[in-house]
C-alpha cells in the first residue's frame, strides 16, 4: 500500500517569516495530494489540494507543489501569521470518487511566534 | 448546517468494556469513515464506508465493527476495549468529484481506556 512520509515533526518560525513542510510519497499511481489543518480541539480540514496533472497551485499565502518524478510534494506558507499556528498533514490516495483511501503522513506542529 | 457531528466528546473506558462511538452527517455524503490519531502516527484508517449498507477495513480495524444502515449514520463499536485503543478518534464525511476525495471530519471523540 502507499506509505507516506512527512518532515519535519515540528516546525518553529517567527511571524512573517516563511514556512515549509515536505512530503514524500511510494505508490507511483496516486495523483491526488491533499494538505489539512488541524487546530486545538478540532477535527482537520482541507486547506488545499492539487492533483497529478498539476505542478504548482497557489492560494493566497499558501501553495503546494508536486514533482511527479521524485515523488514529493510540498506546502509553503508565506508571511505566517499567529493564526497558522496548528498542526498540518499531508495526504495522497489514487483512484477515483469515493473509493480512494487516503493515506496521511504523520504530521507536522507549526509554532508561529512573534 | 451541522456537518460532521461526533458523540461523545469525551469517554473513560474500563478494559473489557464495550462502547459505540456515534458519527452523524446531514451533507448526504456517500463515503464515511472512522480515523485513529495517536501522536507521531498521523491518523490511521480504521473502517470506512462507501454507502448505506457497504463497509470496509481500513488500515487498523482490528477491535473495532461499523455498520451502516443509513446514509446519515456510521457508528464505530467497541467490543472489549483495550488500553491500545486509548486514542482520539475521527469521524469523515466525504463527496467525489473527479479525482478528488475531500474530507470533512469530526471534532473527535478523545477516549481513555484504563
Known amino acids: 500500500g502507499e506509505n507516506v512520509e512527512q518532515h519535519p515533526s515540528t516546525l518553529s518560525v517567527q511571524e512573517g517569516d516563511s514556512a515549509v513542510i515536505k512530503c514524500t510519497y511510494s505508490?507511483?499511481?496516486?495523483?491526488?495530494f491533499p494538505w489539512y489543518k488541524q487546530e486545538l480541539g478540532k477535527g482537520p480540514q482541507l486547506i488545499i489540494d492539487?492533483?497529478?496533472?498539476?505542478g504548482e497551485k497557489k492560494d493566497q499565502r499558501i501553495a503546494v507543489t508536486l514533482n511527479k518524478t521524485a515523488k514529493h510534494f510540498s506546502l509553503h506558507i508565506t508571511e505566517t501569521q499567529p493564526e497558522d499556528s496548528a498542526v498540518y498533514f499531508c495526504?495522497?490516495?489514487?483512484?477515483?470518487?469515493?473509493?480512494?483511501?487516503?493515506?496521511f503522513g504523520t504530521g507536522t506542529r507549526l509554532q508561529v511566534t512573534l | 448546517n451541522a456537518g460532521v457531528t461526533q458523540t461523545p466528546k469525551f469517554q473513560v473506558l474500563k478494559t473489557g468494556q464495550s462502547m459505540t462511538l456515534q458519527c452523524a452527517q446531514d451533507?448526504?455524503?456517500?463515503?464515511m469513515s472512522w480515523y485513529r490519531q495517536d501522536p507521531g502516527m498521523g491518523l490511521r484508517l480504521i473502517h470506512y464506508?462507501?454507502?448505506?449498507?457497504?463497509?470496509d477495513q481500513g488500515e487498523v480495524p482490528n477491535g473495532y465493527n461499523v455498520s451502516r444502515s443509513t446514509t446519515e449514520d456510521f457508528p464505530l463499536r467497541l467490543l472489549s476495549a483495550a488500553p491500545s485503543q486509548t486514542s482520539v478518534y475521527f469521524c469523515?464525511?466525504?463527496?467525489?468529484?473527479?479525482?478528488?476525495?475531500?474530507?470533512?471530519f469530526g471534532a473527535g471523540t478523545r477516549l481513555s481506556v484504563l
Open positions: 469523515a464525511s466525504s463527496y467525489s468529484i473527479t479525482t478528488k476525495n475531500i474530507q470533512y
Open positions: 505508490d507511483s499511481a496516486s495523483n491526488y
Open positions: 492539487i492533483r497529478s496533472n498539476v
Open positions: 495526504a495522497a490516495s489514487q483512484g477515483t470518487g469515493t473509493a480512494s483511501k487516503l493515506t
Open positions: 451533507m448526504n455524503h456517500e463515503y
Open positions: 464506508s462507501v454507502g448505506a449498507g457497504i463497509t
